[in-house]
C-alpha cells in the first residue's frame, strides 16, 4: 500500500509528475494555491504503485511517498526487542 503525500502549496503546476507517472494517477486539482497554481493532486490513488517516480521528477521536492510492505512486496521488518 502506497502513500503519496503532495505539498500542493509548494506546487508550481509544472505538470512532470503527472506526465512521468506510469499509472495515470495524478491530475491537477480544480483548487488553487495561495500562489495561484492548480497543484497536483492523486486522482486515482488506488492504481498508485509506490514507484516513487513522481517524487523523482519533482523539482521542488513536492512530493513524498511512503510504502507499506505486504506479503506481495517484501517481507514486513522483524520487530526486535532491545533490553
Ligand atoms: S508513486 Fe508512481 S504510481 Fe504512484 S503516483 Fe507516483 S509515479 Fe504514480
Ligand atoms: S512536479 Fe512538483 S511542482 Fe510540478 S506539478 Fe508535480 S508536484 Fe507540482
Redo the contacts with the bound molecule.
Sequence with gaps: M?H?IINAEGCKACMLCIE????G??AISESLNSRGFHPTE?GKPEQ????????TMCPDVCIE?FCTPTSKTAPAPDVVAHE
Design positions: 502506497a503519496v512521468f507517472c506510469p499509472q494517477c495524478l492523486l498508485c504503485t509506490g514507484c516513487r517516480i513522481c517524487a511517498v
